[in-house]
């Protein structure tokens, strides 16, 4: 058994540990802003007279507490809580809240009013920051006890809005982005893995096996490509080994059928010759077309600038010396980058179809701006236009609509859509109003 | 005169047997040979004049021997190649051989190429004339790769007939050659593939060798024969 993941997977944060990292991340950036938004609380200045009142209400509740008995301080601390601020008294200094915003300003403002202010080691904190402006704060008494108040409505002044927004944005913002960031990065070697998953199949550069992802990211996602890594090596192990399988049946097929030839020839009886000859011929187009097709995989043809009219022409010769009424419709001469035993193989499978459904055939070749327009047209019983997109297809015979002494293995037509799906062009079929079928080679005039 | 000698390497014992048996009937005799050692042995034991290879040998591939065999000697080579691509056909022709049969072949078109090769100017397999390039008018002619290049630098695809008619034509540049020499030259090459007249194929190589304006430089002269009328040079 293969244990191929630990191989695979170096050390790396999981999923996991990135979602709790990006979280750390936002939630610094929380702390940062409120840190900073605590920082310039103590330049906030409010206006004048919301300081004043303030001022001399603790001026007055302080003079009146320090004369107050320690026994009546709570009940007179009471009785100097209005519907604006509540008064507490306390032995100790009650805990500061641990993080709260001074405000500096503030209790300047309020230190210049009362002066008398000044010794009472006057605190004043921004309560429940960002939410409501309230101020809380507190001043000692000459024993060493503490005079605590609280507004109870919004200092007006205090305009904390932006700041609240501020805070609330940010934080957000950055979660935002850095989370952007860090899923995208997350997520480049599934993106990478996707775009080579979609290539699987398509015939590798040079058929030793497609491109492998690199093995990257999350713990998960390494997992993921490794096992993509090695079912791709698996496919092209099972692609390689068929074709070459095929191939070599190919190959080995024709050995037999040399000797069949060869001794097709010391036949007396003339029809049986001509026969086993003719049988011979088609099994030597089924290896052919089928090696052409399986053939994919060789290495490919290198672009010749070559005269395809001259191609299109011998190729209506060729037919012509067969015995078939077949023409030629173009220029003497066109030059054009093209793979030519391809284009060749390609034409000559329209034409063999022509001229095994029809009687006459035309093959026309024209440039049509930058596209090269070779046509190949019979006058036979043409396709079904429900079969028209099937005819393309490997080993699909149309025999019921096209007759049945098709030879071959139904590859014609897929080996010329292969090849002009190589180059960029187009194989169209169609049925001619005047009977018959026209099919279009379209391929980039290069 | 005596029959030629062909020496036969092919690893199938079945058409080893047809193949020497088809050619001895046809005049020829055979020395065959199952794989490269045997083909070396065979040639110590007497001159050939024509070996006859199939590529896919066991041991050594047929192409190393063709290179090896070319190497040590100039006879005239044919290659059997169940392959049949057209990469095996140049690379096969491009290393010396002087001509490729696919498998499978039928009697007559194997005798046919046979006595072609055979039939084929001593100077030209012994000068080094197969790997050579042939120049007329602009055009350029490898005979090695039997490929054509038109002035304007484009590969121009002719039938091998059209081609052998073309290096007839060329090996005799200003002179004329008679029609019936020049039907024995293509009829030998052909085999059984096609029976067109040699005037079908003049007017053929007329058309693809026609310029922008102006016409192929082959003239008929009347009663006798054609003519390609341009100076040819080999290199």
Known sequence: ?446 | MTAPTILLVEDDPALRTLTARALQENGFLVRPAAAAPEMWQALEAGPVDLVLMDVMLPGTSGIDLCRSLRAKSDVPIIFVSAKGSETDRVVGLELGADDYIAKPFGTRELVARVRAVLRRPAMESRDGGKQGLISFDGWTMNLGRRELTSPGGAAVELTGAEFDLLTALTDHGGRVIARERLIELSRTRLGDSSDRSVDVLISRLRRKLSGAGHDAPIVTVRGVGYMLNAPVERS
């Open chain 1, 1 to 446: 058994m293969r244990r191929p993941v630990s191989r695979l997977v170096r050390p790396s944060v999981g999923v996991i540990g990135q979602v709790v990292a990006v979280l750390l991340i936002a939630l610094l950036a929380e702390f940062a802003t409120s840190t900073f938004l605590y920082e310039r609380a103590s330049s906030f200045s409010v206006q004048e007279d919301e300081a004043r009142r303030l001022a001399e209400h603790l001026s007055v509740s302080r003079q009146l507490l320090s004369l107050s008995p320690p026994a009546e301080r709570h009940r007179a601390a009471a009785s100097l809580t209005t519907d604006r601020y509540a008064v507490r008294w306390y032995t100790v200094r009650p805990p500061i809240p641990p993080v709260a915003p001074s405000l500096n300003e503030m209790r300047r403002q309020i230190l210049n009013w009362e002066p008398g202010l000044r010794g009472t080691d006057l605190r004043l904190r921004l309560a429940s920051p960002g939410r409501r402006q309230t101020v809380a704060g507190g001043l000692k008494l000459a024993d060493g006890s503490w005079l605590n108040f609280r507004t109870l409505h919004p200092v007006t002044g205090l305009n904390l809005f932006g700041e609240r927004a501020l805070l609330a944005l940010i934080p957000a913002a950055a979660l935002m982005l850095i989370g952007g960031v860090l899923v995208r990065r997350q997520l480049q070697p599934l993106r990478r893995l996707a775009t080579s998953a979609d290539r699987v199949g398509k015939g590798g550069s040079d058929g030793s096996g497609g491109d492998h992802v690199p093995v990257e990211g999350p713990g998960e996602v390494r997992r993921v490509i490794g096992a993509f890594n090695r079912m791709q090596d698996r496919i092209h192990r099972l692609l390689d080994d068929r074709t070459q399988a095929l191939a070599a049946v190919g190959h080995d097929f024709r050995t037999p059928l040399a000797r069949l030839r060869l001794r097709a020839d010391r036949v007396d009886d003339r029809a049986t010759r001509d026969a086993i000859r003719g049988d011979v011929a088609e099994m030597e187009a089924m290896v052919a077309s089928l090696l052409a097709y399986l053939g994919g995989n060789e290495e490919p043809e290198r672009m010749i600038r070559t005269d395809v009219a001259v191609t299109a022409a011998t190729l209506i010769d060729d037919a012509q010396d067969g015995g078939a009424d077949a023409d030629y419709a173009g220029p003497f001469h066109l030059e054009a980058q093209v793979r030519p035993v391809a284009l060749k193989r390609a034409l000559g499978n329209l034409v063999a179809n022509a001229t095994r459904y029809g009687s006459r055939v035309t093959l026309h070749l024209e440039r049509d701006g930058d596209w090269l327009v070779f046509a190949v047209e019979d006058d036979g019983p043409g396709i079904a236009e429900a079969d028209l997109a099937r005819a393309v297809e490997p080993f699909v015979r149309l025999d019921a609509a096209r007759g049945r002494d098709a030879a071959g293995f139904g590859l014609g037509l897929s080996i010329v859509q292969r090849t002009v799906d190589a180059e960029g062009g187009t194989l169209r079929l169609s049925n001619r109003p005047a009977g018959g079928l026209r099919a279009e080679v379209r391929l980039p005039y290069r």
